[in-house]
């Protein structure tokens, strides 16, 4: 180290008063450390500007630094219409606390990053000292008076070089930004699923509650021309009570299916965010639906890979972990810093002698038992850990493809196949009324033909709900946005 110093009896008055203020506090020794800027009110290094985020919920975007709010929010089911797939969507990104939680997340690894480029500033601290003592000489035993010291100053120090510790740091925190971003994409997309597939079994029940009235009436019917047919001595009693069983569990079907239709809505209103007893009513979706043709498994699996967000935020990591390795490996190296340092000393409470040095130190590490050396190996390690995880991700993401694939080229086949069921077991219940009024068939045949029309229409109607949840579940494993190809997203900007 170099050092230069000497006194100066020539004092400026700023510097007379920032040192004689300093002394007035009276607080023994302390630090202050220059601020730096505030990253609460400062544009974040939001993860939406890194990667694929969805603009249309605000999230991690633009000057707003104090996340989703419930009380900002302009809730769509206010409104006196059926709320759209879109619209449900869209309350829960910003109402979940789900994606609160890992927006907060994202929020401190911005912060992170700040902290870590802070190292490439200036360090000013503010210094004040007060002390008093006496000293003894050991071979006279000869006392000399006590003596105060007041002391004041400011210190400057600036590290010139650390063999590229803080840019691996840096680097280190901007990956795990990245990692914690893509990690709130995977979260907006989970919780956009399960909205998509709690509204596709709303929707679901309210046609089994269709199904069922419209069965429970037919039953009604079946009922009244029984007791005509008793009255007129063509069919026993026997055709009356078994009219009877099925209008009574048709009526039981009814209740059930009204009773899936509330705890649907409950579910829906969970998966939202919002209270589950919250009144709102859903748009009808289409009867039919456009069957497309699929690209090949070999094209989804690479859209997969590119568009998933889970599988770069273990790219993230991987990043992360390197920029670990390059942190522990820059140890080896020396560090430079330099210090400037400025103030007042004297035995008087107003110091009047001028005090200053300007210094530079180096310091090599010799021996620190072997820490640096283990700091590396759990580094690489660590890499090595995060890209098997990244490698076995990728073959589960591909695995998922693969099913969502064949998922929904089932339930499109069951749809075709389930419409002919349907059409067949509607043909046969209307021949056998016939047949019934004109005592070609008994009470039991019609009740048969028209047991297997509801069980037809039941299950045409889940044949469409899988066909709604395989798309869903399809669109979500090829990482593409939400409602994508049942209804697009931008039908909610106003």
Not at 120 to 146: K, P
Not at 210 to 229: F, H, I, N
Request: hydrophobic letters at 40%; a negative charge; aromatic letters at 6%.
């Amino acid at each position: 180290m170099t050092k230069a110093a000497g006194t100066n009896t020539h004092i400026t008055p700023v510097v007379r008063a920032g040192c004689c203020a300093s002394l007035l506090l009276m607080i023994g020794t302390g630090c202050t450390s220059l601020r730096m800027p505030d990253h609460q009110h400062a544009t974040p290094i939001g993860p939406s500007d890194r990667f694929q985020a969805l603009p249309e919920t605000g999230l991690l975007s633009g000057t707003d630094a104090t996340g989703p709010d419930d009380t900002c929010v302009q809730h769509p089911l206010e409104r006196d219409h059926a709320v759209t797939l879109a619209e449900c969507i869209r309350v829960a990104l910003e109402r979940n606390p789900r994606t609160r939680e890992t927006w907060y997340a994202a929020r401190a690894a911005a912060a992170r990053v700040g902290e870590e480029r802070a190292a490439y500033l200036l360090s000013v601290d503010l210094q004040s000292e007060v002390s008093r003592g006496r000293t003894v000489s050991l071979e006279s035993g000869q006392e000399n008076a006590s003596r105060s010291v007041y002391a004041a100053g400011i210190d400057v120090s600036y590290l010139l070089f650390d063999g590229g510790a803080r840019r691996a740091r840096v680097a280190g925190a901007e990956a795990v930004l990245a990692e914690l971003g893509f990690r709130h994409n995977t979260n907006l997309q989970d919780v956009a699923l399960a909205v998509e597939v709690s509204y596709y079994e709303l929707m679901g029940a309210t046609w089994m509650v269709r199904v069922a009235e419209e069965a429970s009436k037919r039953t009604q019917y079946q009922l009244e021309l029984a007791r005509a047919r008793h009255e007129a001595g063509v069919v026993t009693r026997a055709d009356v009570l078994r009219a009877e069983t099925q209008r009574a569990d048709a009526h039981l079907q009814v209740v059930q299916t009204r009773n899936g239709v509330r705890t649907s809505h409950g579910r829906l209103a969970y998966a939202m965010g919002i209270p589950v007893h919250s009144a709102f009513e859903i748009a009808e979706l289409p009867d039919e639906v456009q069957r497309e043709e699929l690209p090949r498994t070999e094209q989804l699996v690479d859209e997969a890979a590119r568009e998933r967000p889970e599988l770069r935020a273990a790219l993230s990591r991987v990043e992360a972990s390197r920029a670990d390795v390059a942190a522990g490996q820059a140890a080896y190296w020396p560090t430079l810093g330099a210090n400037v340092s400025a103030g007042h000393e004297d035995t008087e409470f107003w110091p009047e002698r001028d005090e200053w040095s300007v210094g530079l130190a180096v310091t090599f590490p010799l021996f620190d038992g072997f820490e640096r050396k283990h700091r590396v190996a759990r580094a690489r390690a660590d890499l090595g850990r995060a890209m098997a995880d990244c490698a076995d991700l990728l073959q589960g993401i591909e695995l998922e493809v693969w099913t969502a694939y064949w998922e929904l080229t089932e339930a499109a086949e069951a749809m075709v196949a389930a419409g002919t069921l349907t059409a067949s077991a509607r043909e046969s219940a209307r021949l056998a009324e016939g047949e019934y009024k004109n005592g070609i068939v008994s009470i039991v045949g019609l009740i048969d033909a028209q047991t297997a029309q509801t069980e037809a229409d039941r299950r045409l109607i889940q044949a469409r709900l899988d066909w709604y949840t395989a798309k869903a579940r399809f669109e979500w494993s090829v990482g593409r946005s939400f409602a994508s190809g049942n209804e697009p997203m931008e039908a909610t900007h106003e």
